[in-house]
Nanobody
Framework: QVQLVQSGGGLAQAGSSLRLSCAASGGTFKPYGMAWFRQGPGKEREFVAALAVLYANTFYADAVKGRFTISKDDAKNTVYLQMNSLKPQDTAVYYC????????????????????WGQGTQVTVSS
């Protein structure tokens, strides 16, 4: 069974950059989409970015558009979230997500569309 293993994250200063990685392993992996979500302190989990793998279409939350970039390395079965110009409000636990199948699962901004999840990684941005 495919598992998603996250790496990266940690502590950063406002205005700096971090990159998160999410590697898939353990089986055949041809997802329709991969995404990043985050959950800040006392907040609900929210959509950050998504990638429709086959079409290479990307989607971003307004709060991160122009600062964050989602990308995928097919050879490594790894999706990345490059986070630039970080702000204190980006502080959250970040989760990668993926569809286990290759069919359209539903709106890619919804967490319900994904059935594979990484373990989460903390990102803390200080002012």
């Amino acid at each position: 069974q495919v598992q998603l293993v996250q790496s990266g994250g940690g502590l950063a200063q406002a205005g700096s950059s971090l990159r998160l990685s999410c590697a898939a392993s353990g089986g055949t992996f041809k997802p329709y989409g991969m995404a990043w979500f985050r959950q800040g302190p006392g907040k609900e989990r929210e959509f950050v970015a998504a990638l429709a793998v086959l079409y290479a279409n990307t989607f971003y939350a307004d709060a991160v558009k122009g600062r964050f970039t989602i990308s995928k390395d097919d050879a490594k079965n790894t999706v990345y979230l490059q986070m630039n110009s970080l702000k204190p409000q980006d502080t959250a636990v970040y989760y990668c997500a993926a569809t286990s199948g290759g069919h359209y699962p539903g709106p890619m901004r919804l967490s319900e569309s994904y059935d594979l999840w990484g373990q989460g990684t903390q990102v803390t941005v200080s002012s």
